[in-house]
């Protein structure tokens, strides 16, 4: 509705680098109302989406074989958007009995003199993990002291499923301000993901490096897009409620069905709409040919199934497959339901 009167009205024309002032002002009113942060405007950038604004901040903070620390699972953009800056993507696993965070010894035995940034990303694609403020404090502390930036991704935020609750990196760690990054945007929270709008907060030194890069780059996002998300951080936030008990269900749902399948494990997801089960127990069995890789059995279960999931080699964890439930429940029970008989049928 914003976005066709602003389409209307003519909005169509270039617009300011960092975005219009009313989305820059309602995002400060939004970090302030939802994650207790205080962010002047010129502290903030709109972008085409959270993926530019995590590749703009690497972009101006990067430097060629500096280190990024990547906890495993991870959203597949980001060793990738690292090594594009000719940054080296140090990848640390975490372990699924720890529901794959990130532990402070793990980050303290990563970090070496090139250590420049951490990525945090929680709610985590893919794991579903949501860090609590403690989990979060006790990483900050360890990036203070080593100076390390913090690139916190939150574009999951308002999808945790009770008890778990969303905290951001900016509120867990005030003391970390200086070299943190938030990046967020309402490509989730709202059902946006087409119109690529995105914003990342921090210092205003940071944000000023980012609005040149981006000036040369892209310009801005797109004038009436902006207008919807506008809308979006103004409007009622009532949708978003229902969205998330909607996802609440599916999660449920798949956990159910998961858990009526053998040999399979997986780890509670509080966030996000996916689930990570770990299907090595099903590897090294035969489905017409040789399945060794979740690679490969994710190529069998398309093949045979007709169901899409995506395995965990893309996420840096071999052996699990990722199933996303943005999908209504019929058809993820469907999946759920040909998922069971394409392992019940591997010998
Ligand atoms: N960060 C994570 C963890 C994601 O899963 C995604 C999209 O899937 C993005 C960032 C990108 O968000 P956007 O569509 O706003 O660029």
Redo the contacts with the bound molecule.
Sequence with gaps: MACAEALRAGRTKYGPVAGLPELRKAITVKLWRENHSEYAPDEIVVTC???EA?FAALQVLIGPGDEVIIPAPY?VSYSDEVLLCDGRPVIVATAEAQNFKLMPEALTQAITKRTKLLIL?SPC?PTGAVYTKAELSALAEICTREGIWVLS?E??EHLTYPPAEFVSFADAAPGHRERTVLVN?P?KAYAM?GWRI?FAAGPKQLIQAMLSWQGQVVTHPTTFAQHGAIAAYEGTQAPVAAMKKAFQERRDAMMHALEGIPNLGYSRPDGAFYLLPNVSAYLGKRGGRRISTSAELSDYLLDQAHIAVVPGEAFGTPGYLRFSYALGLPDLREGMQRFAEALRALQ
């Design positions: 989406g959270a993926k995590i959203w990303n694609n991704d574009i999951y945007g490509s993901t995105g």
